[in-house]
């Protein structure tokens, strides 16, 4: 079983917890905390074993919790998500392999893509495509992804290389359920062509961010981030070339942090307990 607790901080709430736990005969395999005290936030995920109601314990919690406390109690282990793609496959061909050998950790239940240029390789892989083009009319397209999303349950968007700016009206209905990858090390180099940006600039260093997608452009809280090395012999395409690897390996490792109820939002940041 897992809890996931976010609450105003105060003394004592580690053994409050714990001795509940105690009380109902459930043994903690793990626990990690993280107390930020300028906002004076409190996070905890927890992994228990033993028999008990996940709704009674989720009751009990919150009658020793601080006024407001975000809890859940044994979230759903294998989540389900919609991917949406363009024309670059790296992202979606990793996300794609993962999920075909049950080590995503989640199911994607369809993939939506504004060309047909993956859609083969759902074929072949058994997983539902399909085509919504822009035709000139942004409000029409997203309204023709939420429509395919209403066919399905799922609890993540997941932006594989999904190159459309998506609107308020669009973001504001899955709050902090849209990640993306965006190909630089943000903040730097937000927005179109940050390859193009990052050689221009003559940066020593390039990188991948995955983070949740907000009203901002390419400034929700981020989720995993990781850069290698650059220097002047690099071309554009050659910072292409390896940043594709970067991507695919950042957005892995976000979405394994996210669909382990690893990842806590507040405010325009993130705290992960690895």
């Keep these: 079983m897992i809890i996931v607790i976010q609450c105003t901080d105060r003394v004592g709430l580690v053994a409050a917890i714990s001795g509940l736990l105690a009380k109902q005969e459930l043994n903690i395999i793990s626990m990690h905390e993280h107390v930020d005290n300028t906002a004076n936030l409190f996070f905890m995920r927890l992994e228990v074993y033993g028999a008990s109601d996940a709704n009674d314990l989720q009751y009990n919690l919150q009658r ?33 392999v993962r999920n075909y050998f049950n080590t995503l950790g989640a199911s994607i239940q369809c993939v939506i893509g504004n060309h047909t240029t993956l859609q083969d390789i759902c074929s072949r892989f058994n997983i539902p495509f399909y085509l919504v083009q822009v035709n000139g009319d942004n409000t029409a397209f997203e309204e023709n992804i939420i429509n395919i999303t209403k066919q399905y349950e799922y609890d993540y968007l997941v932006l594989a290389k999904f190159m459309r700016i998506l609107s308020h009206s669009f973001v504001s209905r899955f709050p902090m359920q849209i990640i993306n990858i965006h190909h630089s090390f943000l903040p730097a180099f937000a927005g179109a062509s940050p390859y193009r940006q990052a050689y221009e600039r003559g940066v020593k260093l390039i990188g991948a961010t995955a983070h949740y997608v907000t009203d901002e452009l390419d400034e929700g809280p981020i989720i995993a981030q990781q850069i290698i090395p650059a220097d002047h012999s690099l071309t554009v395409h050659d910072m292409v070339k390896a940043g594709k690897e970067i991507e695919t390996a950042v957005l892995a490792k976000a979405l394994k942090l996210v669909f382990d109820d690893r990842v806590f939002v507040y405010k325009n940041k993130t705290v992960v307990l690895e």
């Excluded at 044994?74 to 670059?88: D, R």
Aim: charged letters at 20%; glycine letters at 4%.
């Design 64 to 96: 020793i919790l601080p006024e407001g406390a975000l809890i859940k109690v044994n979230p759903l282990s294998h989540k389900k998500i919609i991917v949406l793609v363009t024309k670059e496959y790296h992202c979606l061909a990793d996300i794609l």
